[in-house]
């Protein structure tokens, strides 16, 4: 549910949209995928918090609150966090390549360390300048050092060709389905709850989400016989089962897999002859546990029972818009594809090459993130000095949120393993639920929408990620800083449980 | 046609792709739209050029030439263009603020004028970080730059909720195609030749292209009754036409339209309800007449014949890729919406929403571009001399490539008048063209091979934009530096012309 952004009205006429004529595209004749796509994050509710940051901003008293707290969105920079030095300085060089030929750059008050000056001069001997285009599976000296953090993380080799760079996670997830995704029949197993996007680019290409649910109480873990049966039931109603998407660490639910789970997706993928799309954004968000990326334990799998997983097709996707990275508006993410037919993988260069290329400098992130400063160089110190602190406030934050959620009444909250979000379920009374259906709305809705007019903290309702029939949730990052926005969301819950008592 | 990037087999068996199982997604059997899009700018022949580039610059000396030139595709940076200063001064503080707290900065040898600070600032108090997404129709005070650019140009308002900031033209166009076509019974004109962009987008949609065709002789002018005989015969196949494109200045013919050529297209949108779709990306890369938007000759015509145009609707695309700006790695631009009903912008909001947001470095050099130093600020002179310079210098190659053209045997080549490229018409003699069928391959295709196998010249056949049967021609930029490569193509076509005579 989007509202509508105003337009204006032809210069000469001054009349209202309304009163114009007929038009060749009305809302009722545009491509029925778009118009049956749904994305939340982005949606009624962000576009009202805009609205009234909007507002405190100009000066406007009649709110009762004095900020806005967007926890609706993974956002890191837009709120509290501060870009790593050690990036930003690169980045800052490769836009303004002058710097570099002014030695008293290094010796200046400016912080420019060697290391700094080396890892520009070594990104532009390969693009030449970030304002060219890259070849479009991006710079071949990017997707070296790709190959090689992958290999590091792993213990396993990748190839620089098997790499993909794309604007941000979202656009390669966009890509992988387009190529897999042959009509109408053909479906995608999406974990549910997800991430919109899933949801979103299926609607988009007419192909069909197959949902499977994960096990709340178990901390929201993968359940097998939940994918079996989707399995089966879309069998039966006629749909092709294609690939499965994981989200590890979860979102919008936190939770981080276990090798054993990982190993139970492989099984079935290489039973039912699945691609699996493995959604690895989160991979450094890990509290709980180490994170183990489904290449890794595919390749195990390879060593250990020869011959049963060969054949999987595996494309896992990482980004520089999470972790402690947080660079999301840089748009820089990449995905590798494993054990794919190379006339396929043909296929997915020429979709890519369409739009020419990923943003050069989002490219140059994700080398910066697969390949920071080392023990020993100049810039290491700050850097992981920056890095360690960014990842214990996210801790900190997340189990400050989580405690809160425990003493809500009808508040119940899995204890956070990672990723930027927590996915409380909420019970509500039935005379809020009936307020909610006489505004036409689900419940998680009117109360997220109830919450952001009397605190100005916006969230997401569950119901724009899925969740299991006769259950409500909301989604929340951990990113806002200090605790005084999670006291409104407590003094708030107690408040609306009062009233609809 | 791609060539197949080769691939890495699992780690464990070591057998070549062939030998290995059945896999989920073959070939023939992943998305057909994906299977039947067509994208020859980055096809087979760019991925030689690059092949011969790495071999050079590994030593290779058994090639006939000594330097790869990229005359396939319009990318400035990657050949003489220097990104203009203040651009880039503005994004390197942008992307390390730390430099915006330290006055020396002003002060330093680093040329940094206050104009480049105030800049930086005006832009950081709207979007607060380059690394935090930003509004998904982009930052909104770099879309009311935009909007006063607009007025500026046409001398009438235009305002910043039309305006969506794109990851340049390319995915404009995606977006706004992936709204406007409803299934396969839906038609867009697209001018033949064509940048082959509208034409996959087409495929992967799934809709009709509908061509028409330009007129080579009068400059590659727009013929109108090409476009209604177009207009009858998809009416007569069954297809809603809904939409026509028009490119201008022309890519990749380099026409320039008139005012009349404008209002021609104008009027059939008028009479026959279509939307249309000015991609005008090229519209400071002129060099014979000035440049008029269809949004100002719309808004003329508005006004001087009340009532015929007003509904109309028009979207109209910008970029940072192309004139003196030459950004393309950035991955800049935006479209206006004019007359359009605003629950279908709505729509379009949902659609890009998905994706989140532009790159927000490429959205600030689009405030750049369109905001650029003003007389009397202490960056105005040295951006004005950069900015001529790489006018003078576009126009003049232009010309001598022409003059080269005019030289050539059977080579023909309309004046260049505006945007990067040259598109001359060969004719090759019947051996060649026999030779050519030898091999499977279109004509121009042949010669554009054989050209790149003896000079290290990449251009792009005529076949890869469109052409009316039984001509061929090629495109080529001319932004490549010197007259050397120049006179390879002279030596080239001669020596082809004899060996096939």
């Known amino acids: 549910m ?21 038009r060749r595209l009305r809302a009722d004749n545009i491509n029925p995928n778009v118009k049956a ?35 609706n969105i993974g956002n890191p920079q837009q709120l509290d966090q501060k870009p790593i030095t050690f990036f930003r300085q690169v980045l800052s060089l490769l836009e303004n390549t002058a710097l570099l030929e002014k030695p008293e750059v290094l010796r ?20 030449q300048s970030v304002g060219a285009y890259s070849h479009s599976q991006g ?9 090689k953090f992958i290999e590091e993380r792993d213990g396993f080799p990748a190839n620089p060709q098997d790499l993909y760079l794309c604007a941000g996670a979202s656009s390669g997830v966009s890509t992988l389905l387009n190529v897999i995704c042959n009509g109408p029949t053909a479906g995608v197993l999406v974990p549910i709850p997800q991430y919109p996007l899933y949801t979103a680019t299926l609607s988009l290409l007419n192909a069909q989400c197959v949902p499977y649910h994960l ?63 493995a959604d690895e954004v989160y991979q450094t968000n890990v509290f709980v546990g180490e994170f183990t990326s489904f290449k890794k334990r595919l390749r195990q799998l390879q060593q250990e029972v020869p011959g049963k997983y060969d054949n999987v097709e595996l494309a896992s996707l990482h980004s520089v818009s999470k972790g402690m990275v947080g660079e999301c508006g840089h748009r820089g993410g990449y995905f590798e594809l494993v054990g794919f037919d190379p006339l396929v993988a043909a296929e997915i260069y020429k979709f890519v090459s369409i739009m020419l290329c990923p943003p050069v400098i989002g490219q140059c992130l994700v080398e910066l993130m697969v390949n920071p400063p080392k023990k020993g160089e100049p810039s290491y110190e700050l850097y992981q000095k920056e890095y360690n602190s960014i990842s214990d406030g996210l801790h900190k934050r997340a189990l400050a949120l989580y405690e809160a959620f425990k003493q809500m009444e009808g508040v ?3 204890e956070p393993q990672g990723a930027m979000y927590l996915f409380p379920s909420i019970t509500l009374p039935p005379k809020a639920v009936e307020a909610a259906a006489a505004e ?44 005084d926005w999670v006291e409104r969301i407590v003094k708030f819950h107690a408040e609306f449980m009062a009233k609809y008592k």
């Open 37 to 71: 796509a749904k994305y939340a994050v982005r949606g009624e509710l962000a576009v009202k918090a805009e609205e009234y940051r909007v507002r405190l901003a100009k000066g406007d008293k009649s709110l009762p609150f004095d900020s806005v707290i967007f926890a």
């Open 108 to 127: 200046s008050s400016f912080g420019y360390n060697q290391d700094v000056i080396d890892r520009a001069k070594k990104l532009l001997a390969d693009i």
């Open 412 to 414: 119940e909250c899995q």
């Open 2 to 22: 989007i509202t509508e952004p105003t337009m204006t009205v032809p210069y000469t006429t001054k009349r209202t949209a309304s009163d114009l004529g007929p």
């Open 440 to 483: 036409g709305r689900n419940a998680d809705e009117f109360y997220c929408l109830r919450l952001l007019d009397a605190t100005g903290v916006c969230v997401v309702p569950g119901s724009g990620f899925g969740q299991k029939e006769n259950t409500l949730h909301f989604r929340t990052t951990f990113l806002a800083p200090g605790t």
């Open 139 to 147: 710079a071949p000296v990017i997707r070296e050092s790709v190959a």
């Open 215 to 277: 096990e709340e109480d178990k901390a929201w873990g993968t359940d097998v016989e939940a994918i079996r049966q989707s399995l089966v039931r879309a069998k039966a109603e006629g749909t092709e089962v294609r690939a499965i998407v994981v989200i590890n660490p979860g979102n919008p639910t936190g939770a981080s897999l276990s090798p054993e789970d990982i190993k139970s997706v492989l099984d079935i993928a290489a039973e039912e002859k699945l691609v699996v799309i």
